[in-house]
């Protein structure tokens, strides 16, 4: 497949430990594709002037943390799920007009469903940032009906209340220090950074009882990871989405479109994995 040389980046900061130019190289080598993927240290302040900056090269551009939510003003639409959870970790420049996608729930409920959960009732979700938005979003798709929320401020949950009532789930709001006393829940997901303590525990007969989806994956184990593990439970970690977003993110740089599949797609995912 040849194609004029392309441009593309994930912005954040920090931005050094991201994965995701391995990945993507990984993916457009897959291809035939001579594009290229950098990885470029911006922050809240600057990305309004990175994206105006721009040329007709640019394809497109990945975000993470602190840029999810603050790059929705700067685009000229959005699909469902950035409108829903106010979050876009993808933004493709299409014929000239900015157009905002999010992976990360596709991402994380393909990396369950590679670990054999591919439904629930209950669950309980711990922090409140954008990642935490689309992890209650993979959640209800999944077929959840409650969940229990986590934070240390829970006076901070609005967004995330709203979104449930959107999603048709009740959302049940709790101080973290709480999250001792959850049990009749199936999966645990926990989007606070790695190096975050939390000051608290699950119990023993929850972390052998539910699964743990942990977002973080450096360092790892994670605390409540390698709690979780000592337990005898099962951990999911936040590579297999990190993989599994990006592969929806390229399916939107090569076609616009997260659902359509690449060709031979089985073997892209493949350098992907190993690329990690």
Known sequence: MASDPRRLAVLGSPIAHSKSPALHRAAYRALGLDWQYSSEEVDGSGLAA??????????????????????IPLLDEVEELVDLTGAANTVLFDAGRRRGFNTDVGGIVRALGVAGFDRMRRGALIGGGATAASALAAMAELGAREVR??????????????????????????????????????????????????????????????LLFDVAYDPWPTALAAQWLEAGGAVV??????????????????AGDPQAPLPNERAVLAAMREAL
């Open 149 to 210: 929320v986590l934070l240390r401020r829970p006076e901070a949950s609005g967004a995330l209340v709203e979104l449930g009532g959107r999603l048709g789930l009740q959302v049940d709001v709790a101080p973290l220090r709480d999250f001792a006393s959850v049990d009749d829940v199936e999966l645990v997901a926990s989007t606070v950074p790695g190096r975050a303590e939390l000051g608290t525990a699950a119990s023993v007969d929850l972390m052998r009882r539910a």
């Open 50 to 71: 990175f994206i105006d900056s721009r040329d007709e090269s640019w394809l497109g551009l990945s975000l993470t943390m602190p840029l999810k939510q603050e790059v």
């Open 237 to 254: 970690d936040g590579l297999g989405m990190l993989l599994h977003q990006a592969l929806l993110q390229v399916r939107i740089f090569v």
